[in-house]
């Protein structure tokens, strides 16, 4: 299978990078919130780190306000994944403990400021693509909604015609959900900057040992997409 980010993507962003983790065969099945004092532990972190500022201030945050902006979104009605879990911790508030493959894409947001999915792996083509979004597009609403059609220019996550992520990093179709019996995966790790591509390998790093510790799962392939490289092809993974 194939994955590309489009070239007017990263020329229009071209410090932009995506950090991509394949792996298969983790054990995702909750066993008392295993990785529950992790989580706590960064959200302390975090609140120590940035005390009681502007969150819109700050340079990780920011960079994605910009960039939300300059595809059309409305930063302030629909803030990028990283926005929304640095508020919801400052609150402060607890983030909900979903399943080990989704908390650790958590903790290592948090540790690191930087947006990060987790998707199942599709068994089929198309391949995968950051895009524009284009005619024909459709979105399925994760609250079972009518399905949706992404605004021309937005930029958004496909396969095929079949939008997987709305507006970058802001929120995951029905059915792309990474559920306790999901066994194969990939991660998104997002870098703006100042985000360079040191901090998105070090997040990397960070998830695939976490995922070889609290899953059992085995790293298939990884890479960092970025305007010098913007595809790679995901080997066979059973």
Known sequence: ?????????????????????????????????RLEPLLRAEEERLRHRLGTGNVAERAEVACWREAYRRFGAKPSEHRSSIEAMVRRVLK????????????????????????????????????LQLRRAQAGDSFAAPDGSAAETPSPGEVV??????????????????????????????????????????????????????????TGGRIVAAAVLSANNPSFHVPPWR
Do not use: K
Request: proline content about 8%; glycine content about 6%.
């Open 157 to 214: 996550f496909a396969q095929g015609a079949a939008v997987l992520t709305r507006r970058w990093t802001w929120r995951q179709a029905a059915g792309t959900q990474t559920l306790a019996q999901t066994r194969d995966v990939f991660f998104n790790v997002d870098g703006l900057p100042p985000i360079d591509d040191d901090q998105v390998r070090a997040a990397m790093r960070d998830i695939e040992d976490l995922v070889v510790e609290h």
């Open 92 to 127: 402060p508030d607890r983030l909900p403990t979903i399943n080990p493959l989704v908390d650790i894409g958590n903790i290592v947001s948090l540790r690191h400021l930087l947006p990060i999915g987790v998707h199942p792996l599709p068994e089929t083509e198309p391949g």
């Open 1 to 33: 299978m194939d994955y590309h980010i489009a070239s007017d993507i990263l020329d229009a962003y071209p410090s932009y990078r995506r950090g991509v983790v394949v792996l298969c065969d983790a054990d995702n099945r909750d066993e008392g919130s």
